[in-house]
C-alpha cells in the first residue's frame, strides 16, 4: 500500500520528493457497545488494518485530497480559508474537519498539503474507517507542522470535537481513542466519563478474533443513533430527580432497577438499560479476562448482543442470524454485532479449530437466510498510529 500511495501521489502532484507516509489503525470493539456517550466503560482494540497517507507540506493555502479507494471522485481541493462541510467535499469532510479542529484549538496551519490516501478496512465495516482517518490526519497534521505539544489523546478528542461539531455526528470517544491508543496483543479498558485508560492483554489460547461483515449497512444510522442518544440523555436527566449521579454509567444495575421508574417512557427505559447493564458487563469480562476465563468472557459477549438486539435496538435481522447461528456451533466462545450497528459486523471469538466449520456454516446460514454471502476477517490485533 505505501509504495502505491507514494507512486499515486507522485503522478498527481510531479514527484514524491520528501513525501512521508502514515497509518492508523481501524478498530473492533469486543464488548461495550454505546457506553461511551453514556459515561461508561468500553473495550476496543486497535486492529493492523486501518487507513494509509502519504503527504506533503505545500507553499500556498491549497489542500488536495485524493484516495486511492474512491479513485472515481478524482483530486478534490479545498482551501484553508474555506474549510466549510459540504456535501460536494464527500469523504473528504473527514479530514477537513480535524484540519479545522486544529485550527479552531490555536494550532498553526501555516500552510496547506497534499495527501493521498488508501485503506483495508471494508467501506460500511462498522470497523470505523472514519475514525481511523480523522487520528490518521491529526498525525500528519502533528508531523508536518511540528505541533509535538498535541499527545495522542489529544488526537483522539480533536477526532472525536470534529466528527460532533463539523461532521453532525454525535459519536462518543471511543473509535478515536481505540484508533490513537492502540497497543499490539492488548485491548484497552476505558472509562469515557474520565478517560482512564489500561491496556489489557489479549491471551486467547487456541482462539482468534473473527470478524463477519454482514455486507449491509442500513441508511437510518445516523438519524437512529443521534436518536438513541438523545433518549439516553432523557433517562438520565429523569433519574437525575431521584438519584445523585453523572452519568448512566455511574448507576449499577440495583440502583438502576430501584428508579427505572421515574423514566416517563417505556422505550427510554430500555435504552438506558442497555447503557447501564452494558457497562457493568464490560468491567466484569475485563474481570473475567484477567482471571482466564475465556468462556465468562464470551457469554457476557452473548448478553451484550441480546440487549443491543432487544433494549437498545441497534442490531438489524442480518447481523441476529449472524450471531445466533454462531452461537449453534461449537467452538465459538462468543459472538456479538459490534460497532454503532444498524447493520456492519459480527466479532466472534472461536477455537481455532473450529474457524473453518465456523466459515462453512455461518456462510450457508447467511445465504439461506438473508440471500447474502458474508465476509470474514480473522483479525489481529496491532499499535496506534505511526510513521512509516
Known amino acids: 500500500m505505501k509504495q502505491q500511495l507514494v507512486d499515486k501521489f507522485a503522478e498527481l502532484f510531479g514527484d514524491a520528493e520528501g513525501v512521508s507516509t502514515y497509518f492508523a489503525p481501524g478498530r473492533v470493539n469486543l464488548i461495550g457497545e454505546h457506553t461511551d456517550y453514556n459515561g461508561g466503560h468500553v473495550f476496543p482494540c486497535a486492529l493492523t488494518?486501518?487507513?494509509?497517507?502519504?503527504?506533503?507540506?505545500?507553499?500556498?493555502?491549497?489542500?488536495?485530497?485524493?484516495?486511492i479507494n474512491q479513485s472515481g471522485k478524482g483530486l478534490i481541493t479545498t482551501s484553508l480559508d474555506d474549510l466549510t462541510p459540504s456535501d460536494a467535499a464527500g469523504w473528504t469532510n473527514y479530514p477537513k474537519g480535524v484540519v479545522w479542529a486544529f485550527i479552531g484549538r490555536g494550532l498553526e496551519i501555516p500552510t496547506g498539503f497534499d495527501m493521498v490516501i488508501g485503506g483495508d478496512i471494508p467501506a460500511g465495516s462498522g470497523l470505523s474507517s472514519s475514525a481511523s482517518l480523522e487520528v490518521l490526519t491529526g498525525f500528519v497534521l502533528r508531523d508536518l507542522y511540528g505541533l509535538h505539544d498535541v499527545t495522542n489523546i489529544d488526537l483522539a478528542l480533536i477526532g472525536q470535537y470534529s466528527e460532533n461539531n463539523y461532521n453532525g455526528m454525535n459519536c462518543g470517544i471511543m473509535?478515536?481513542?481505540?484508533?490513537?491508543?492502540?497497543?499490539?496483543?492488548?485491548?484497552?479498558?476505558?472509562?469515557?466519563?474520565?478517560?482512564?485508560?489500561?491496556?489489557?492483554?489479549?491471551?486467547?489460547?487456541?482462539?482468534?478474533?473473527?470478524?463477519?461483515?454482514?455486507?449491509v449497512k442500513h441508511?437510518?444510522?445516523?438519524?437512529?443513533?443521534?436518536?438513541?442518544?438523545?433518549?439516553?440523555?432523557?433517562?438520565?436527566?429523569?433519574?437525575?430527580?431521584?438519584?445523585?449521579?453523572?452519568?448512566?454509567?455511574?448507576?449499577?444495575?440495583?440502583?438502576?432497577?430501584?428508579?427505572?421508574?421515574?423514566?416517563?417512557?417505556?422505550?427510554?427505559?430500555?435504552?438506558?438499560?442497555?447503557?447501564?447493564?452494558?457497562?457493568?458487563?464490560?468491567?466484569?469480562?475485563?474481570?473475567?479476562?484477567?482471571?482466564?476465563?475465556?468462556?465468562?468472557?464470551?457469554?457476557?459477549?452473548?448478553?451484550?448482543?441480546?440487549?443491543?438486539?432487544?433494549?437498545?435496538?441497534?442490531?438489524?435481522?442480518?447481523?441476529?442470524?449472524?450471531?445466533?447461528?454462531?452461537?449453534?456451533?461449537?467452538?465459538?466462545?462468543?459472538?456479538?454485532?459490534?460497532?454503532?450497528?444498524?447493520?456492519?459486523?459480527?466479532?466472534?471469538?472461536?477455537?481455532?479449530?473450529?474457524?473453518?466449520?465456523f466459515k462453512e456454516r455461518i456462510t450457508a446460514a447467511y445465504k439461506e437466510k438473508c440471500s447474502l454471502t458474508p465476509e470474514f476477517y480473522v483479525v489481529s490485533i496491532g499499535d496506534g498510529p505511526y510513521k512509516d
Open 219 to 357: 441508511s437510518l444510522v445516523d438519524s437512529a443513533y443521534n436518536e438513541r442518544r438523545a433518549f439516553c440523555e432523557k433517562a438520565l436527566e429523569e433519574l437525575q430527580t431521584r438519584v445523585n449521579v453523572k452519568t448512566l454509567g455511574d448507576l449499577t444495575e440495583e440502583e438502576f432497577e430501584a428508579n427505572k421508574d421515574a423514566i416517563g417512557d417505556e422505550v427510554r427505559m430500555r435504552r438506558a438499560r442497555h447503557a447501564v447493564y452494558e457497562n457493568r458487563r464490560t468491567i466484569r469480562a475485563v474481570e473475567a479476562l484477567k482471571k482466564g476465563d475465556v468462556a465468562e468472557f464470551g457469554k457476557l459477549m452473548n448478553q451484550s448482543h441480546v440487549s443491543l438486539r432487544d433494549d437498545y435496538e441497534s442490531s438489524c435481522p442480518e447481523c441476529d442470524v449472524l450471531a445466533e447461528e454462531a452461537w449453534k456451533i461449537d467452538g465459538v466462545i462468543g459472538s456479538r454485532i459490534t460497532g454503532g450497528g444498524f447493520g456492519g459486523c459480527t466479532v466472534s471469538i472461536v477455537r481455532d479449530d473450529a474457524i473453518d466449520v
Open 49 to 67: 488494518i486501518g487507513t494509509y497517507a502519504a503527504a506533503r507540506k505545500r507553499n500556498d493555502r491549497t489542500i488536495n485530497f485524493y484516495s
Open 175 to 215: 473509535d478515536q481513542f481505540a484508533s490513537a491508543m492502540g497497543k499490539k496483543d492488548n485491548a484497552i479498558l476505558l472509562d469515557c466519563a474520565t478517560l482512564e485508560y489500561e491496556y489489557a492483554p489479549i491471551a486467547l489460547k487456541d482462539a482468534k478474533i473473527v470478524v463477519t461483515n454482514s455486507k
